[in-house]
């Protein structure tokens, strides 16, 4: 594959070659680097906050030293406390999330394979993508696998999260190459739903999985798995159980996140956005947040809508002011997607 696939001008292989010789603290800086460039996407934005051009960043990544100057790692340490500040968000550490964490950290340091399981919208996207953003030095990768997808459109995702260009060869036996060669064990794959690599009424086709599978096992590389509980019962029991045995098999955990969260759980996230509530304002948003699997996401948007709401007005969150926000927050949802045609 050309060098020019990569929208960073070099492929992770070419990455790690010409770090090769680097001091490791160095190395580890410029790991980061690329990998922070790979989320932006494009080279020219890396080179903007960077406040160098493009071909200087490339020598360096490629093993030149000369490049590396004091004021280029200088720049690069003022990038990364500059994008460690816009990563901090409304994040509440509870015992879910800090269940996810651990695993992550699992799968990092040991390269293993570990499973997040929950209903949608319980906070498995939102911590995984924390951590990710945590993480991001070049190693860990999240892919919001899209639907459906088989092993081929699984490969040609992979290579996009890992920063390839989508217009490069459409040949099958390249990208599983390509992939091969770029997903070392220092990587860590997220992989956020993997119920949509199951067949579903598509026979038995698990190829999708197998292929992330032998991956994991030729390349050492971490993986973890985000599910629903439908979707972790049929890779355990059901249809293609026997299929699945081998991956089943390098579980090092599960992580099973209640269907309905506890109390505790909803203060701390109720504290990330109302830093002193009222009891009944935690009565409210409990009793919300129970009324239904997965509401987390939902609670969380109706946090931040009251938060900004009681902010401008220079009011604290009331109870009025929470149940104004879910209505608006119902309101959205029942219309979402609908067409409302004009009069004639």
Not at 69 to 95: I, M
Not at 246 to 261: C, H, K, N, S
Not at 309 to 321: C, I, M
Request: charged fraction near 20%; hydrophobic fraction near 40%; glycine fraction near 8%.
């Amino acid at each position: 594959m050309a060098t020019s696939n990569h929208t960073m001008g070099l492929t992770p292989d070419e990455l790690r070659k010409g770090l090769a010789e680097m001091p490791e603290d160095i190395r580890e800086k410029l790991h980061w680097l690329y990998g922070y460039g790979c989320t932006l996407g494009e080279m020219r934005l890396l080179a903007t906050q960077m406040g160098f051009e493009p071909e200087t960043i490339k020598r360096v990544w490629r093993g030149s030293q000369a490049h590396a100057t004091a004021k280029f790692l200088e720049r690069l340490d003022e990038l990364r406390k500059r994008v460690s500040r816009q990563q901090v968000e409304k994040f509440a550490v509870t015992e879910v999330t800090d269940a996810i964490w651990r695993a992550c950290d699992l799968a990092m340091a040991e390269g293993g394979v570990v499973a997040i399981v929950g209903p949608t919208g319980s906070g498995k996207t939102a911590t995984l993508r924390q951590w990710q953003a945590a993480n991001n030095h070049g190693r860990a990768v999240y892919l919001d696998v899209p639907a459906p997808c088989g092993q081929r459109r699984l490969a040609d995702a992979l290579a996009m999260a890992l920063g390839f260009n989508s217009q490069m060869s459409k040949k099958g036996h390249e990208i599983y190459d390509l992939l091969n060669k770029s997903v070392t064990s220092r990587n860590v794959l997220i992989l956020d739903e993997i119920g949509r690599m199951l067949p579903n009424g598509r026979g038995h086709d698990v190829s999708a999985l197998e292929f992330v599978r032998r991956l994991h096992d030729a390349n050492g590389c971490g993986l973890v798995m985000s599910m629903t509980a439908t979707s972790h019962r049929d890779i355990a029991c059901g249809a293609m159980s026997g299929y699945l045995e081998q991956l089943l098999g390098r579980f090092a955990d599960v992580v099973v996140i209640p269907e309905y969260p506890m109390a505790e759980e909803v203060e701390a996230i109720v504290r990330q956005y109302v830093p002193e509530p009222t009891p009944e304002l935690l009565t409210a948003v409990g009793q919300f947040a129970a009324s239904g699997a997965g509401r987390l996401r939902s609670m969380c948007a109706a946090l931040r809508r009251v938060a900004a709401a009681a902010a401008r007005s220079s009011q604290p969150v009331t109870v009025t002011l929470w149940l104004a926000a879910v209505a608006h927050l119902q309101g959205q949802n029942r219309f979402r997607g609908t067409l409302i045609k004009p009069r004639r």
